[in-house]
């Protein structure tokens, strides 16, 4: 079974701009999550979208935005970029199992620059 | 303010010896705690995980202990392989809520 894949791997973006970040979970897998890893603050969680429906979301202002797809595929996009949010962008999928505590599965991510 | 803590930024060990990794919670509400592995340039991986209702959760070379009085976890490899080096990330959950809250890591070093 492939794992989560993550589009793309890298980018550069100057300040102002905004920028697209693509996350297809494993098969079957129903939930996905985005982190936001630092050298600092380590890995920060900005939401969560299940059923296409956004229902976790961390600590991050509004120019942080998610969606997910019928198929469950997931993009997080951030708007007027801003120095502060180069990072690690790590999506991570889990199958959602109800009353077990499922696991996470993450991809290798999109390292984003912001200049 | 960290509700993780992993204390010890780097860990070096020999090979064939164990490495034990410590993290510290805050929040007595979490009930859930995973240990993640990460190489540079990868997403984390999966390691072992144990509910609040263990105090042991052992696979293969890789046992997890839970003292939830003193609200301590620590992961031990026995025994330790320079495949092994890499970061350790300590991560909690509460109840059903898939977000995680994740430690700063510790990097583990195993020498051969």
């Known amino acids: 079974k492939a794992g989560v894949t993550q589009t793309p791997r890298y980018l550069i973006k100057t300040r102002g701009q905004q920028v697209t970040l693509s996350c297809s979970p494993i098969s079957g897998h129903r939930s996905v999550s985005w982190y936001q890893q630092t050298p600092g603050q380590g890995l920060q969680f900005l939401f969560e979208?299940?059923?296409?429906?956004?229902?976790n979301k961390g600590n991050f202002p509004g120019r942080f935005s998610g969606r997910q797809f019928s198929n469950s595929r997931s993009e997080m996009n951030v708007s007027t970029l801003e120095l502060g949010d180069s990072a690690l962008y790590l999506c991570?999928?889990?199958?959602?199992?109800?009353?077990?505590?499922?696991?996470?599965?993450f991809g290798p991510g999109t390292r984003l620059t912001v200049l | 303010d960290q509700q993780v803590k992993q204390n010890s930024p780097s860990l070096s060990v020999q090979e064939g010896r164990i490495s034990i990794l410590n993290c510290d919670y805050t929040n007595s509400m979490f009930d859930y705690f995973l240990w993640y592995k990460k190489y540079p340039a990868e997403g984390p991986t999966f390691l072992i995980s144990i509910s609040s209702i263990k105090d042991k959760n052992e696979d293969g070379r890789f046992t997890v202990f839970l003292n939830k009085s003193a609200k301590h976890l620590s992961l031990h490899i026995v025994p330790s392989q320079p495949g092994d080096s890499a970061v350790y990330f300590c991560?909690?959950?509460?109840?059903?809520?898939?977000?995680?809250?994740w430690g700063l890591g510790t990097s583990l070093a195993v020498n051969p």
């Open positions: 991560a909690a959950r509460e109840g059903n809520n898939r977000k995680l809250i």
């Open positions: 979208y299940f059923s296409e429906t956004q229902r």
């Open positions: 991570a999928s889990s199958i959602v199992d109800r009353g077990l505590s499922d696991t996470q599965y």
